[in-house]
């Protein structure tokens, strides 16, 4: 019996001997080591910012090519889509009945001016018998008026010849304008009207060329703001400089300038008419083109940038990033961007100079965990000076 109790005894010692050493190896199982990240320094350094919207051509200068006088067009002097300066004929209209009138008016012009010479002369007569009392004074005022009275009939004169000059002068349409002619829109032999409504062609100066876009009130104020804080620098020579994305996606190869905003913001769109003035020497752009304008603003020259896939949102679409912290934990901070650079996002607040954050391996961290941090290689110099595209969203 004393031997049956014994081995029980026993036996419950060896049972909670194998019990305690159960629990000391659940105790001593190590921890899960840091896990492995690539991490990016944030540094400071200069990006070209740019606005890019939508916009269309313009032409530079138009001139509507409409008659001054009424006539029969007897030539058309110019190839249809063809350059013409200013200066070049471009219609002869029937000039007999404007070069008879022409020839009336000097006829008149040579009458009252024979009549000038002799009531001149006769007035120089009676200016030395009026002084000896020859002739009374009336006689002498009359031919005093009658010289004046015949150098009025020339000024009359020569007003009518001078207008028949200038209606047989019409009589030959030039080219106002250098430009592009369109086709003719009226044939020889059509009567044309002085003044008529419509046109007889069209002359489009293509270069340079305008490029209207419409700027939003919201970027205009933004950019002024960042001047004026000294966020972003102007162009040394002062200008902006555009440049243009055709509607098939090529880049155009002639750099223009901006040559004015609008003091008046559209109602209806809440925008701001811009225009910039782009060379256009072999004349590919054409009125009414859709292009995408860029312009140039300026440099900020302490843009802080972090990768676009290290950047995660939270349920409201706040923007976060991993912050490693000095003792390699890690915390999730929300931040503020701004514009895109390539794959990056401009940060305006929420990170300082010189901190960390986590660029790959943010699926394997969680808040407070340590990690085992790898800075990443050293993005390319052509990242920081690529241009920022303006056109992004501005996340909040």
Known sequence: MKREVSSL???????????????????????????????????????????????????????????QVTGVIEKRLF????????????????PSRYKAVYDTARGQLAEAQAAEVT????????????????????????AVAAEKEAQGRILNAQGQVESAQVNLGYTKMYAPISGRISRTLITVGALVTANQTDNTAI???????????????????????ELAEGRIQRQEDGKVPVRVTLEDG??????????????????????????????????????????????????DPAALMVPQDAVIRNTHGDPQVWVVKPDNTVDLRQITTGQTVGTNWIVTSGLKEGERIVVEGLQKVMPGAKVDPHEEAPQPAANAASPVDQNSQKSQ
């Not at 690539?38 to 910012?49: H, W």
């Not at 009531?119 to 009359?142: E, P, T």
């Not at 293509?206 to 490029?211: A, C, F, R």
């Open 250 to 299: 090529s880049v155009y190869e002639h750099t223009g300038q901006m040559a004015l905003s609008e003091v008046n913001v559209d109602t209806a769109t809440a925008t701001v008419i811009v225009r910039a003035i782009m060379p256009n020497p072999d004349k590919l752009l054409l009125p009414g083109m859709y292009v995408h304008a860029q312009l140039d603003e300026g440099i």
């Open 119 to 142: 009531a001149r002369a006769k007035l120089n007569r009676y200016r030395g018998l009026v002084q000896s009392h020859a002739i009374s004074q009336q006689d002498y005022d009359d």
């Open 79 to 94: 190839r249809e889509g063809a350059d013409v300066v200013v200066g070049q004929q471009l219609y002869q209209i029937d």
């Open 9 to 67: 005894t026993h036996a419950a010692v060896v049972g909670v001997l194998i019990g305690l050493s159960g629990c000391d190896q659940k105790a001593s199982t190590p921890e899960m080591p840091p896990q492995s990240v690539q991490i990016q320094v944030m540094k400071k350094q200069p990006v070209a910012v740019h606005t890019t919207l939508p916009g269309r051509t313009d032409a530079f200068e138009i001139a509507q090519v409409r008659p």
């Open 203 to 225: 002359i489009t100066r293509l270069d340079p060329i305008y490029v209207d876009v419409n700027l939003p009130a919201i970027t205009l104020l933004r950019l002024k703001r």
